[in-house]
């Protein structure tokens, strides 16, 4: 383990953006009665953070060095 | 095909299914090709996450507040990308202690305290029972509605069934009996259940099929698409509200908070997601592609909740149908007969998979954390004295099974109907949120102690206990209803749900509030009371630096006491057989490399410590750690001896970077002394080639003095002319014998540093201008032309005159000699330079080619084909020159073309810029 994590940093980092892209007041500026794609804009927002969330961890485990 | 029967034996089949796939993976485990060695199996097992809560549930809160289900999944994907961090950490902690449960990993953190995985078990069971049933609840409620088809009625009207007519009794008796198979199949020393861990895959693998097919049959069967669904939804004002969750209540930014939070302890501290994650992990790769695999998997399996909560209420808007079964009825008033019966055997699969590795990871607590502890101490039973105790452990473990899945129904029959599916399972969640600061802290805080552990279980479970237990038996009506409303005893500063006054919270955010204030608060500031004993620290020790500290070191060093081998390994027979014993005995004496593959008679701190960990897989560590002081004579450790052990080891450290460092010295001075000698054995090898060469050279004359002067004696009739000729030629030779005599002794004396010097302050002008006066005879006589350019001012310079004419009239001496008779041409320059006087000498001659240019300086060196030129000097010359000039601090060089005549030249440093040359020259 002498090495530099520098995964466990990058995922320590992408935990934090999810703690901000999942709380007040982010939240509050999608909570509101509009429509994306026919979806309430508060869904799409949730569903495509969270899929942008995954995706940022899967990029960081699954890339070489 | 919606009756009974089928319905009945499609599950039986379902469940037959598990059981093949179960048998199959043991199979292949048992052949050594293992069937869950991938980090897509280890993924999908991790979907045990995913329970009946997840596939009706969901939808159900989703009915009631929209995203509010959402923080469930959201919360462990956050938790999830720590996990490079921590559950590396703990995996490999497990990996060396081999732990068997989360209540072993936390005794064994502080100091392997029988009492503390006592109080972790009972926490688990209390709290994880009611999820439990939930399960049993799920499964009974749909297999009731289902029945009704093609009716729709809710399970509550349909009033109590008897206890045999029940379908969660013979459901809790069917995983029962599969626990038991694949759970307690026998005992080994890595805990590891294979076929138990396949199946669950599997059904993870057919829920996310089921609840895909579900919500792709709303959204595009039903409806056309997200669009028209949701268009509709926001059209009727109640549902519209939905749209916009967050404004509907008050707080419900600071419950999503704390949902977030719970959910983040709940997927590290759930006994069934300790025991995939940890326990059962067969490689600590797999986790890599665990770590987006998994949410990603939750991603998926949310994507179709809120359609079909909407669909639902859009179908059902009387309220007549609970939300909770929502994802069964849709399909069924819209008589989709097939689809309801696969989302019956998901929410089937997702309910069992649950049940089953709960109950595993409960009944190994049980049994190794507070049955055997217990057991083992009961001197009346004389266990120490058993000869086999591995069928009372399976015993014992079997029991615990059936006892967990009878206290699940008996909650069900008894609870299960005052409260909705989530509010179950999120009590269950707040109860193992309660293991989070003892168990995060003593991975990463030495600080934390055992009493500190045990009051802030304490305090959180009894906070647990007061706000979110005894509220729901007061529901339930085991408890007067004003209990809630007005406080015990009328005390309104003690009600349950707004204890202290803190109100104005939902019940989950109030009792996490105030469970994780006591719980941190207990154990930080209990822990702070006192230091950390011997062993505590040494658990501490290997827990907090498992990364950095070798295994060895960690539990072998510390240990110090008398034992005999054969003793350890009937200890360890008792538990796993003689077999696995003498095989486990085997391996290690041959990973030891001990002749003959034996173990010595004497156990040492290391075979202790050995036989402790194989123990600690089977029943424990606090278990084990009873049993192996009953065999060995252990002198326990003061703290100060641990401490210098601790010091010892972080010494150890230092002296090895200490060593690092020696060793690079080491080898810098290895390097100088090679060159050193290389240079030696150079000049060992200079001086031989020296002496054969100065021999040589001095034959050469010798050798014509000689045949002369013998031609001379033998030959008294020869002519007087030839006489005279060879006698000059003897004459000659004689000279140049001497002349080479006398620079070879020249050149010893610079070499060796003991030549005379007169150095005084030399006008350069006069000196050039006598040295080419002395010279012009024999430029004359060879037919050169000389010329001479000399600058005016030149400073004087600090030097033996006589050597610096030395030099100058060999330059010139060579210049006539290589010039061609009549047509030479010699330029000698004198001029300012710099800080220096210089002096040129160009010839007309060959020149010197520039590989040539270095070697004309060197010792008994001459330029030219030594085959048919004869040497027309000694070669020592330009050699004794270029010591002259560097050694009055200046420099002597040539510059030449061949065919354009060649220009030696040098310079001289006027005093006062000295210095400055000096150091250019270093």
Known sequence: MGEYDVRGQRLAALCLLGLLLFNYPLLAVFNVPRMLFGIPVLYVYFFLAWAALIGLMALVIERRG | ?922
């Open chain 2, 1 to 922: 095909m919606l009756q009974g029967w089928v319905v009945g034996l499609t599950s039986f089949a379902y469940i037959g299914l598990l059981f093949a796939i179960a048998y199959y993976a043991d199979r292949r485990a048992d052949a050594g090709r293992s069937l869950i060695d991938s980090p897509y199996v280890y993924s999908l097992s991790l979907a045990v996450y995913a329970t009946a809560w997840t596939f009706y549930g969901s939808v159900g809160r989703a009915a009631e507040n929209g995203v509010g289900f959402l923080p469930i999944y959201i919360g462990p994907t956050l938790m999830i990308a720590l996990w490079w961090i921590v559950m590396r950490k703990i995996l490999r902690i497990s990996k060396q202690n081999r732990i068997t449960s989360l209540a072993d990993f936390v005794s064994s953190r502080y100091g392997k305290s029988a009492l503390l995985a006592g109080v972790v078990t009972v926490i688990a069971v209390i709290g994880i029972v009611p999820y439990i049933s939930l399960q049993l609840k799920a499964i009974s409620n749909t297999f009731a509605v289902v029945l009704q088809y093609p009716d729709i009625v809710m399970p509550a009207k349909l009033g109590t069934v008897p206890v045999l007519q029940d379908t969660a009794l013979f459901v809790a008796l069917f995983l029962a009996a599969f626990t038991i198979l694949f759970g307690t199949r026998h005992l080994d020393t890595s805990e590891h259940h294979e076929g138990m861990v396949a199946a669950i895959a599997f059904e993870s693998l057919v829920k996310l099929v089921a609840f895909l097919a579900v919500g792709a049959w709303v959204t595009w069967g039903i409806y056309d698409g997200f669009g028209d669904l949701f268009a509709r939804a926001a059209a009727e004002p109640k549902l519209a509200a939905m749209l916009t969750p967050f404004d509907a209540v008050a707080g419900s930014y600071s419950s999503w908070v704390w949902l977030t939070i719970l959910s983040m302890m709940a997927i590290m501290f759930l006994p069934r997601q300790f025991q995939v994650t940890v326990i059962e992990n067969k490689d600590e790769k797999h986790l890599n592609k665990a770590i987006w695999l998994f949410p990603l998997y939750m991603l998926a399996i949310n994507v179709f909740v809120l359609p079909i909560a909407f669909g639902g209420l859009l179908h059902f808007p009387g309220g007549g149908v609970d939300a909770d079964t929502f994802v069964l009825t849709l399909p069924m008033v819209e008589r989709q007969e097939l689809l309801a019966l696969i989302v019956f055997i998901g929410g089937l699969s997702a309910a069992t998979g649950m049940v089953i590795v709960e109950t595993i990871a409960l009944s190994t607590m049980v049994c190794n954390d507070l049955v055997m502890p217990v057991l083992l101490r009961m001197r009346a039973l004389r266990l120490n004295e058993r000869l086999d105790l591995s069928g009372l452990l399976l015993g014992i473990r079997r029991g615990a099974i059936v006892a967990v899945l009878l206290l699940g129904y008996l909650y069900f029959r008894l609870a299960g109907e005052a409260y909705a599916l989530v509010a179950i399972g999120l009590i269950s969640f707040a109860a193992v949120a309660q293991f989070a600061p003892a168990a995060l802290g003593g991975i990463f805080w030495k600080g934390g102690t055992r009493l500190g552990a045990l009051a802030g279980l304490a305090a959180g479970f009894l906070v647990w206990f007061y706000t979110l237990l005894l509220p729901a038996f007061a529901r339930s009506g085991w408890l007067p209803i004003g209990f809630l409303e007005e406080g015990p005893w009328g005390i309104e500063l003690l009600r349950p749900l707004a204890l202290f006054g803190l109100g104005g919270l939902d019940q989950i955010t109030h009792a996490m509030i105030w469970s994780m204030a006591a719980n941190v608060g207990a154990y930080v500031g209990v822990s702070l009371m006192r230091a950390p004993g011997a062993e505590e620290l040494r658990q501490a020790s290997m827990f907090v630096d498992v990364f950095t500290r070798p295994a060895p070191v960690g539990g072998a060093g510390f240990w110090r006491g008398k034992a005999s081998a054969a003793e350890l390994q009937n200890l360890l027979a008792r538990f796993v057989g003689a077999v696995a014993a003498h095989d486990a005995f085997g391996e290690y004496a041959r990973l030891r490399g001990l002749a003959g593959a034996q173990v010595r008679p004497e156990a040492d701190a290391d075979l202790v410590y050995f036989v402790e960990t194989q123990l600690a897989g089977v029943i424990g560590a606090a278990s084990a750690h009873i049993m192996v002081a009953t065999v060995v004579k252990e002198e326990a450790l003061t703290l100060d001896e641990v401490r210098a052990i601790l010091d010892e080891a972080s010494q150890v450290v230092v002296y090895s970077r200490q060593l690092e460092q020696k060793s690079r010295e080491l080898e810098a001075a290895t390097a100088e002394l090679r060159t050193a000698n290389e240079r030696l054995q150079e000049l060992d090898r200079m001086k031989d080639d020296f002496i054969s060469t100065v021999t040589h050279e001095l034959r050469t004359p010798l050798t014509s003095i000689r045949a002369f002067s013998e031609i001379l004696r033998d030959d008294p009739k020869l002519a007087l002319e030839q006489r005279t000729r060879f006698l000059d030629i003897i004459a000659k030779e004689t000279e140049r014998l001497t002349r080479l005599i006398n620079q070879v002794l020249d050149l010893a004396k610079l070499e060796s540093g003991t030549a005379e010097w007169h150095a005084t302050s030399v006008d350069m002008r006069e000196i050039v201008a006598e040295t080419v006066t002395a010279m012009s005879e024999v430029f004359r006589e060879r037919a050169v032309r000389l010329e001479l350019r000399m600058a005016d001012n030149v400073s004087p310079v600090h030097a033996d005159p006589d050597r610096v004419k030395q030099v100058l009239l060999n330059l010139l001496s060579n210049a006539a000699k290589f010039c061609e008779a009549g047509r030479g041409r010699v330029e000698v320059t004198l001029s300012k330079e710099g800080g220096a006087v210089r002096v040129d000498v160009k010839d007309n001659g060959p020149g010197i080619s520039a590989a040539d240019q270095n070697i004309v300086f060197e010792k008994f060196r001459q330029v030219g084909d030594a085959l048919t030129d004869k040497p027309q000097g000694t070669g020592l010359g330009l050699h004794i020159c270029r010591q002259i000039i560097e050694r009055l601090g200046g420099r002597l060089w040539v510059e030449s073309r061949v065919g354009h005549g060649a220009c030696f030249s040098f310079s001289l440093p006027v005093p006062g810029q000295r210095q400055a040359q000096a150091a250019r020259a270093a």
